[in-house]
């Protein structure tokens, strides 16, 4: 009996059977390829975060410096409740005297937020203007942190701006990138906001 059961053929697996371990298989194949590149998307991620921070903070501080040159070191204040647009504030400091303040401001552009840093000094006036970040048309918008636009904020004590088509004739106007007005308001509208925020929070404290 013990031969015979021997020789007996193995039955084959059914035409379903075959298909539920064929799809098993590919999940679990799927499955564990996700797993793998999930991690090493964690892993990469994780070991890059540390240098976009440092980079991003470098770039801030060159822009603090751009912005109020005369500052020798720039401490962070609080923002006042209802700050709107406004990211943060850094009191800029010559020794122990304040020489101005840089205001990070946030603006509505074509393309998404345009991140601006305003130095403002201590009479209110903007003494200059750089742009951290913004995803503007490609030869359009994007030209904003060009010195040909964004030049034309320095030294302003005229405020607030407006934005004009043609070569500005007043001292509070600021000419438009050509095909871009509303990346050009936009930039406008932030370093307003911050002068204004200054006005409103931190010049009586000047006083």
């Not at 962070?76 to 709107?84: F, S, T, W």
Request: with cysteine.
């Amino acid at each position: 009996m013990t031969d015979a059961a021997e020789m007996m053929p193995t039955p084959e697996k059914s035409p379903l059977g075959k298909l539920v371990g064929k799809s098993l298989y590919l999940g679990g194949t799927l499955f564990l390829v996700t797993a793998v590149t999930g991690l090493i998307l964690g892993l990469v991620q994780w070991a890059t975060a540390d240098a976009i921070r440092a980079a991003q903070e470098k770039e801030k501080a060159l822009a603090l410096k751009a912005v109020m040159p005369d500052a020798e070191s720039f401490k962070p204040m609080d923002l006042v409740p209802g700050a709107g647009s406004v990211l943060g504030v850094e009191e800029a400091l010559k020794g122990s005297d304040t020489v101005g303040h840089c205001i990070t401001v946030t603006a509505k552009g074509y393309g998404g937020p345009i991140e601006i840093v305003v130095g403002v000094t201590k009479d209110g006036a903007v003494r200059a203007i750089r742009i951290l970040e913004q995803s503007e048309t490609p030869g359009l918008g994007a030209k904003a942190p060009e010195p040909f636009f964004s030049g034309q904020f320095e030294n302003r004590e005229r405020l607030p701006l407006n934005v004009v088509k043609q070569t500005p004739s007043a001292p509070d106007e600021i000419q438009a990138i050509s095909g871009a007005t509303i990346t050009s308001s936009a930039v406008t509208a932030g370093v307003n906001a911050a002068a204004d925020y200054w006005k409103r929070n931190i010049e009586g404290g000047l006083k």
